[in-house]
């Protein structure tokens, strides 16, 4: 009776150490398995959009502390996979000491991680009143890149411009603020109206 009742101790207590050797081995594999997930979760691209703000003012500061230029817009969202920024409905206020501010607006915008480039698309529109001594300037294309640091303005679509009485229409176009130098490339027509005697 004695050797029976031991041999089923013996039975009962290997059966409950596997079990609890199962049990430990199924949560090692589990925790393996939520480690390695996480891990290539947290590894991966993020693609989607991480935040937006609504009726957002940017401004840029010159390093003697004036504004050099401003951008808003209807949403600003951020792309995390290339720290990059679209703007829906953007209007940038290109400020100068000197001249009238020009503003630019399209449809929408992307703007690179250290804004330096903005792309403005669809329905571009750039508009600098006419001063003592400036012209109007005033500007329609499909696709604009402005490169606010250096004031300068790019584009490989077709352009029409208005500078005072003249109007300019062409296709490639390199237009430098600072400097005043405007470059057209192709297909390049102008009507310049005569001079009004005073």
């Known amino acids: 009776m004695s050797a029976a009742r031991s041999a089923n101790s013996f039975r009962l207590g290997l059966l409950i150490a596997l079990s609890?050797?199962?049990?430990?081995?199924?949560?090692?594999?589990?925790?393996?398995?939520?480690?390695?997930?996480?891990?290539?979760?947290?590894?991966?691209?993020?693609?989607?959009p991480d935040y937006y703000v609504k009726n957002f003012t940017f401004v840029k500061m010159a390093k003697n502390r004036?504004?050099?230029?401003?951008?808003s817009g209807e949403v600003l969202t951020h792309l995390p996979m290339d720290d990059s920024y679209e703007i829906t409905k953007p209007v940038i206020y290109?400020?100068?000491?000197?001249?009238?501010?020009?503003?630019?607006?399209?449809?929408?915008?992307?703007?690179?991680s250290d804004n330096s480039e903005v792309q403005m698309i669809d329905n571009v529109d750039v508009d600098r009143p006419a001063s003592g001594t400036t012209q109007r300037f005033h500007l329609k294309s499909a696709y604009?890149?402005?490169l606010p640091d250096d004031d300068v303005m790019k584009t490989d679509t077709p352009v029409e411009m208005l500078m005072g009485t003249t109007i300019l229409n062409g296709t490639g176009m390199v237009a430098n603020n600072a400097t005043r130098q405007l470059n057209l490339a192709h297909r390049v027509h102008g009507v310049f109206a005569p001079a009004v005697a005073r």
């Open 144 to 146: 604009l890149l402005l």
């Open 20 to 48: 609890v050797a199962l049990v430990l081995g199924s949560f090692w594999v589990l925790e393996v398995m939520r480690k390695s997930g996480g891990t290539d979760v947290q590894n991966a691209p993020r693609v989607a």
């Open 66 to 71: 004036t504004a050099r230029y401003n951008i």
């Open 94 to 112: 290109n400020l100068s000491n000197n001249r009238p501010p020009m503003v630019m607006r399209s449809e929408r915008a992307l703007v690179n």
